[in-house]
């Protein structure tokens, strides 16, 4: 794989880097979680108008039919010049892909403007109190009424929900096939009585995602995507999008976290101390590893059309970094790193949750075995 940008490919990095000098994000609002969002949903508006939102959609959908690799370079531009996340990440990264993949012209035409202008955001509905790594048992249900279907049930650590609009929901619609095939995604709108939202405060302090408590909610039949029972592939492609999409995006954020953290140790004189330098090379390693695999992901996107299975070997591997480094960054920053409210604290608790989010280890590990390394099913060795 060759890494060196072509002509257009430098072109198009210089014209971002040009934009975004010259568009610099709304500054940073007093340290209340609404003021963050409302800055990520300007910021994003910023980038919409600037034709920046989704460079990697297609044209005809408001992108700019973006490459693979020139979609890295804008995730490694944004990171290099330390801009908030949009608002609507989960909208941009795993909703519009999965609505372009699987959805009619109509919910086309009808969602994905919004996504990318930021006036209606996305979250995913997927994971339930007895259904997170087996999705497939989620117990939600839809029933069909008219013209449209009636949804019962609960899901659990819905990131955003409380500033979102349509919910990626997958719920169960056939009660008599196996569990994969009685599946149905639909776009829920969460503005609706029927739909309760509970914030869970985490261990930040922040209360990043919800419950959601659905009671008899009304869903039309339009809002299906992918066809009644085949919501199992349907949600397949959003979570390949979801480990590639966003790997790709975590993976330069890490890169920065440790150039911060190299920095202070250089700072505090601890470049020096063999067990600190050890560890930092360590780091340094691994983000070029994984920096590597991600750029690997992208061109496999690129020859074979959808993510593959790899993006799981980049979740699994930034995760575990991600948690060894804001460790380390405890050490190395020292009591201030163990105070709330500082950047380091944060970093360190709100790291614990990422061998979990997103498909935990455990599982990701499987599917690196079974579907990268061709290794023996666990059921089939049994
Ligand atoms: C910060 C954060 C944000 C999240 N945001 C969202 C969101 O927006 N939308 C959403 O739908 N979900 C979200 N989730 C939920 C997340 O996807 C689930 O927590 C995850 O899929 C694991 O499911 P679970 O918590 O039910 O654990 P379980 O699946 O019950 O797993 C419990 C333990 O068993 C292990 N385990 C399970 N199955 C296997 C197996 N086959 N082999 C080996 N070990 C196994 C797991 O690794 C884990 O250690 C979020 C989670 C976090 C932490």
Known sequence: MDLTFSESETAFRD???????????????SDVEDGQFARRRDWQRQLNDGGWAAPHWPQEYGGRGASPTESAIYFEELGRARV????????????????????????????????????????????????GSDLAALKTRAVFDGDDW???????????????KWCMLVARTDFEVAKHKGLTYFLMDVEQEAVEIRPLR????????????????????ANVIGGAGNGWKVAL??????????????????????????????ERGLL?????????????????????????????AERYGQPGPEGS????????????????????????????????????????GNSIEGGTTEVLKNIVAERVLGLPRLKAAA
């Open 15 to 29: 014209e971002l880097r040009r934009w975004l000098a010259a568009n610099p994000p709304p500054p940073e609002p």
């Open 84 to 131: 908030p996340q949009p608002a609507n990440t989960l909208g941009l990264l795993l909703g519009g892909p999965t609505l372009m993949a699987w959805g009619t012209d109509e919910q086309k035409e009808r969602f994905l403007p919004p996504i990318l202008s930021a006036e209606e955001i996305w979250c995913q509905g997927f994971s339930e109190p007895d259904a």
């Open 150 to 164: 009636v949804v019962t049930g609960q899901k659990v650590w819905t990131s955003g929900a409380q500033h979102s």
């Open 202 to 221: 985490q261990i930040t302090g922040e209360a990043e995602f919800n419950e959601l408590f659905i009671e008899e909610a009304r869903i039309p039949d």
């Open 237 to 266: 492609t959003t979570l390949m999008n979801e480990r590639a999409g966003l790997g790709f995006a975590l993976q330069v954020r890490l890169r920065q976290q440790l150039d911060d953290l190299l920095a202070i140790a250089s």
């Open 272 to 300: 020096d101390d063999p067990l600190v330098a050890d560890a930092l090379a360590d780091l340094h390693v691994r983000c070029e590893s994984i920096r590597l695999l991600a750029w690997k992901g992208l061109s496999d």
């Open 313 to 352: 070997l980049v979740k699994w591997l930034w995760s575990d970094t991600n948690q060894r480094l804001s460790q380390l960054a405890a050490e190395v920053v020292g009591p201030e790193a163990l105070t709330a409210g500082t950047h380091w604290s944060y970093e360190l608790l709100r790291a614990r």
